[in-house]
């Protein structure tokens, strides 16, 4: 992968990616390691994250711990953090990737597919910012006199919305709920974090070129990318070097609580 930024952007810096087995995710936490951040690489198989581990330890300066753990469950989430904590010592920013989808429309869905999706998305979100919030930052602010954290140090949350939030998307009643609720969480966390000098941003991708989407089909994903103005459905990589940019403290210190949209002109705000 190509660096987007200076070498060594993020040396000496712990982040948190859930959903980095596959996918955006894998791609976000290859591109932060390759800028020398050590990665911890969280999502539900130890197999798979193993081999994600193996394959970014291949190209970037640091090797990535692994952490199987199901966004969805508190004690794992409140472990995951605890684990990240105990082996680097500080965290300085979680990029909330993990997804599913379950598509169906409304009438035919099922509760417990309308539950299990917005469990991933916006209970994940919530609870890897409440942990590392509860367990590092909140406490460091507490010692600091309650003071905002003016360490100088790059803190940042970083989570995923979709352009179908602010579209619509036949089918994805549960997800783009998910992914609404995640832009208005963006905003409130932005707003309680900045104590903890903390940016927090979400992007919302246009269609991008992942397992995620495999399920739509050659002529689907040819279809989603004539509805963009780029023609073309993204790469991965496309996502991860807009995520490096937002975690980046000399590209993005001025932003927080932002949506950025990075859908290719398939929907115009
Ligand atoms: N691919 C797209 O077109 C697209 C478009 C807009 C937004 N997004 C968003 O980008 C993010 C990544 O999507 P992707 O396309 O890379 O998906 P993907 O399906 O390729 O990868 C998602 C990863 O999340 C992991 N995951 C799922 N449930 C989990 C759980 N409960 N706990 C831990 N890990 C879990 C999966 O195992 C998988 O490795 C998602 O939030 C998705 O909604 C994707």
Redesign the pocket.
């Known amino acids: 992968m190509a660096s987007v930024l200076r070498d060594g952007a993020f040396e000496g810096e712990t982040h948190l990616v859930?959903?980095?087995?596959?996918?955006?995710?894998?791609a976000v936490a290859t591109m932060l390691a390759e800028h020398g951040a050590q990665v911890v690489l969280?999502?539900?198989?130890p197999a798979?994250l193993e081999e994600a581990r193996d394959s970014i330890a291949g190209v970037a300066p640091v090797t990535p711990i692994v952490c199987a753990?199901?966004?969805?469950?508190e004690a794992q989430v409140q472990a995951a953090v605890a684990t990240a904590l105990e082996a680097t010592g500080s965290i300085n920013g979680v990029v909330?990737?993990?997804?599913?989808?379950k598509d169906a429309r409304i009438p035919k869905k099922s509760y417990e597919d309308f539950k299990a999706v917005m469990?991933?998305?916006l209970h994940?979100t919530f609870l890897f910012t409440r942990e590392v919030a509860a367990q590092h930052w909140h406490p460091l602010f507490k010692s600091n006199g309650n003071q905002p954290l003016e360490d100088g140090v790059n803190r940042f949350i970083l989570n995923?919305?979709?352009?179908?939030a602010r579209n619509g998307n036949i089918g994805q009643v549960d997800?783009t709920a998910a992914?609404g609720a995640i832009e208005s969480v963006t905003k409130t966390t932005a707003r309680e974090f900045s104590s903890y000098r903390a940016r927090v941003n979400a992007i919302?991708?246009?269609?991008?070129?992942?397992?995620?989407?495999a399920s739509v089909g050659e002529a689907g994903i040819a279809a989603m990318g004539r509805a963009t103005l780029t023609g073309r459905?993204?790469e991965?990589e496309q996502?991860a070097a807009v995520i490096c940019a937002l975690a980046d403290p000399m590209i993005s210190g001025f932003i927080t609580g932002e949506i950025v949209q990075v859908n290719g002109g398939m929907y115009l705000d």
């Open positions: 859930t959903g980095a087995a596959q996918g955006i995710g894998h969280i999502d539900l198989d798979r753990a199901n966004v969805t469950d909330n990737v993990a997804g599913i989808t469990a991933v998305h994940g995923f919305s979709s352009v179908s997800y992914k919302a991708p246009g269609p991008v070129n992942t397992p995620m989407l459905i993204a991965p996502m």
